[in-house]
């Protein structure tokens, strides 16, 4: 709930009052004040205005005074409820005063670049996506609240516009990103692949940009480079989960969605989506139906018999990723999957006086990375080499065979094979045409 007062602070006899906003949030308090327009008389603000007078001048003064601020108030608080609280600063406030007395015309558009962002996130229901559809999917959403909330915490009280993006701003929230922020290059590069996009946007909307906007280079990184160890539970490993004497209730229900995990193929968000409600059957096929969250992919999972038999015993009761991720962990160790693996995991700086977390990469037990996650690329790696790999990406979900083996680390060397049949038939060929020179050479003699 904030708070608006407005204060005397000048030594002239007639100034205009300060505006002073009040809230907390998250248990601090934050107060910022700017100048108003609106003028008044010192002596009438410190010894009339607060006070009960019976002068009837003074009385219909103190209405038109306190009408007039009540304007200003209420535009102010309007703005304050419409805004997410992370933006709310010094500038904020001074930009919505000049906004109180000078409104933009109804045509006119924001040129700040948290706006920009923003303007994305309302609309995203009515934007192209990249499967040629309408609207973006919520993993599309969510790099944009989250490109928002970075920017506003690299920006601090500068509230950079649009036409303001140069290369020199662009260096700089690389630099936030890696230095302060102690972010992978991948993740770095796609949030600065993202501003960019974003001031593309503004442009298509008549908002100007920087002259420099076209030369600046963003590198777009593959989601999975060669520094990404592609961690999976094996056949032997799932069964041995499977085995392991459970105790706890929260453990049996978790073991039920890990396992349906490894035999279905799909993301934490969208696993634990799955109800009877997705289990489909027709004349010629059993399957589970759904889309999935990311990519708006709509997909058929065959029922493999570990799967059915869940279904049968009874599918698992909802329960969050985050838990999940815990809970597996736990199991994975209770069944001694403790093979040394080399990974990496977000962990707590070492220095305790930064408290940041940064990816730490380092050999651990193979039952710390066991998440969500590790389900969809079991699944993937353990059927990859057994059944075509366009079938197994029916069920993940990938669109390019290329990402599908890079996801499992694997190359595509079909290109191997064809070279090695290629010379294996014409070494076939020469040898037969041989023996028919020989055959037909005995021929000739014996006549």
Known sequence: ????????????????????????????????????????????????????????????????????????????????????????NKKWLDEQMELFYNPKKENQKSESVTDAIQNIIDNAHLRDNGKGGIGLSQCRINAYNRLLELFNKFQGKNQYKVKELNKKVFEDFKKWLFN????????AFKKLSDLKGVCKDARSNGIETSTELTDIKTKQLTA??????????????????????????????????????????????????????????????????????KTNTKVEI???PKVREIYNTG?????????????????????????????????????????????????????????????????ASNHYGKLPTPIIMKVTGHSKESTFLTYINQSDDSHIDAFLEYYKKEELKEKKETNLKVVSKKASNNN
């Open 224 to 293: 999975y480079d060669n520094d990404m160890d592609v961690i999976f539970l094996s056949t032997a490993e799932i069964e041995k989960i499977e085995k392991v004497i459970l105790l706890k209730g929260a453990h049996i229900n978790a073991r039920k969605w890990l396992i349906l995990a490894c035999y279905t193929g799909q993301r934490g968000g969208d696993l634990i989506k799955i109800t009877e409600s997705n289990f489909k059957k027709t004349k010629n096929k059993e399957c589970i139906e759904l889309t999935q969250q």
């Open 302 to 304: 065959p029922i493999l």
């Open 180 to 187: 302060k922020q102690n972010y992978s290059s991948t993740y």
């Open 1 to 88: 709930m904030a708070t608006i007062n407005f204060l005397y602070r000048s030594t002239k006899e007639k100034a205009p009052l300060t505006l002073r906003l009040l809230f907390r949030h998250n248990e601090d308090d934050f107060v910022f004040a700017t100048k108003t327009k609106y003028e008044i008389e010192k002596d009438y603000w410190e010894n009339d205005h607060f006070k009960n007078r019976r002068d009837a001048t003074i009385q219909n003064k103190q209405v038109e005074v306190n009408n007039d601020l009540k304007k200003i108030e209420n535009f102010i608080l309007t703005k304050f409820n419409e805004t997410k609280i992370s933006r709310v």
């Open 315 to 379: 599918l698992p009761y909802k329960v969050s990723t985050q838990k999940l991720n815990k809970y597996f962990k736990e199991i994975g160790k209770l069944a001694e999957i403790n093979t040394p693996t080399m990974g990496r995991i977000i962990e707590a700086n070492e220095d305790t006086k930064i408290k940041k977390k940064r990816g730490i990469k380092k050999v651990r037990p193979k039952y710390a990375y066991i998440s969500t996650h590790i389900g969809r690329r079991s699944f």
